[in-house]
């Protein structure tokens, strides 16, 4: 079998012939390389220049440093204990109490800060649960074909058609003891929320399964776990990564909905749980409004911060969408 050769030599000219550059190795036959697709490495160097440049990815990124830095430290910013009841209920906002207190003698704010960390936690959870199913299920699916597509397919389709809050209402009843904790939560989110993601990849890793790189990789003997992980996935990390901002996007909004209907623990401080039982004590009627608004607008905070970050991941899926950067200092020469 025809080795691969290197090109390299004594001290001169970097990179040439019979010089003393650095040596460069080329593959027999004109094979590319392994991992000659595009790297994971540009690609998130791609996907840092489009969050700079782009005025509403770095907001979004912003506002999830925010959320990150308070659900790390709450003890920082609040410092009464969000579930003890221990003042007086229903005060105004103060020095004090800067939300004012719930109807059970809670102090809100400290329950607004408490609470990011399990509504982040979630997030999270389900984000990276839901694409890493979605990767593994829809590029394998592409890629080897036959009945593993036609399988994968099946499943995929099933979970398409049913409707997603109606059936996580169902399974979180199910398995909730008390309510669902955040563990059951993710867990749900995550079972139920990867199909979209899946087509999403499968179609994706379709357009790549007869590339060159890929040829080669098979010519050279590579198994097809090695090709899905080495060589097809590092292709689509602003894809992932989109994936994984919609998934937690989703995540959040469907763990606050269960929670605000009584489905979630309430024993655990969070935002829809805030939700939940300013509704079962009639915080609007009672004028306590704060108690409602501010974790719901919480809610809308953390949900735009993903959806803002996904307009960077659209810039580099598609070129369409892209800017039009102005040049500043050239002027166009009007034709002789």
């Known amino acids: ?11 001169g000219a970097a990179g040439r012939p019979g010089t003393g550059g650095p040596q460069v190795l080329v593959p027999a ?16 160097r791609r996907m840092a220049r489009a969050i700079t440049a782009n005025r509403k990815a770095t907001t979004g ?8 830095l308070v659900a790390l430290f709450p003890g920082v910013i609040a410092h009464d204990d969000p579930a ?3 003042y007086a209920p ?28 399990p509504v982040l936690e979630i997030a999270l ?32 389709d099933v979970l398409l058609v049913i409707p997603l809050f109606p059936l996580l209402i169902v399974i979180s009843r199910y398995l909730g003891v008390g309510g669902a904790g955040t563990e059951v939560m993710i867990v749900v989110i995550t079972a139920t929320g990867w199909s979209y993601t899946a087509r999403q990849l499968r179609s994706q890793a379709l357009s790549l399964r007869n590339r060159d790189f890929l040829e080669a990789a098979r010519v050279r003997g590579e198994r097809p776990l090695y090709i899905v992980v080495v060589e097809i996935i590092p292709t689509m990390t602003s894809l992932l990564v989109a994936s994984f901002l919609t998934n937690a996007l989703y995540a ?28 079962n004590n009639e915080a609007f009627q ?5 108690w409602i608004i501010v974790p719901g607008l919480c809610i809308v905070a953390l949900g735009a911060a993903f959806a803002l970050l996904n307009y960077a991941f659209d810039e580099i899926g598609n070129p369409a969408l892209r800017p039009v950067r102005s040049m500043r200092g050239k002027r166009v020469q009007p034709a002789q």
């Open 252 to 279: 959040v909004l469907f763990s606050s909905g269960l929670q605000f209907i009584g489905l979630g623990d309430p024993n655990v401080i969070s935002w829809g749980t805030m939700l939940y039982w300013a509704e």
């Open 29 to 44: 036959g004109g094979l590319p390389t392994p991992g000659a697709g595009v790297t994971g490495a540009r690609s998130l």
């Open 1 to 11: 079998m025809a080795m691969p050769r290197t090109l390299g030599g004594g001290p």
């Open 84 to 86: 003890a009841e221990i």
């Open 125 to 156: 959870g389900v984000g990276l649960g839901a694409t890493v199913i979605a990767m593994l299920i829809g590029v394998a699916a592409a890629y080897l074909g036959g009945l593993w597509d036609a399988v994968l397919n099946l499943i995929t």
């Open 286 to 290: 009672t004028g306590q409004v704060l």
């Open 90 to 117: 229903k005060l105004g906002p103060s020095a004090h109490h800067l939300l004012g207190t719930t109807a059970l003698g809670q102090d809100m704010f400290a329950q607004v800060i408490y609470g990011t960390r």
């Open 61 to 68: 990124a912003v506002l999830l440093l925010i959320f990150t």
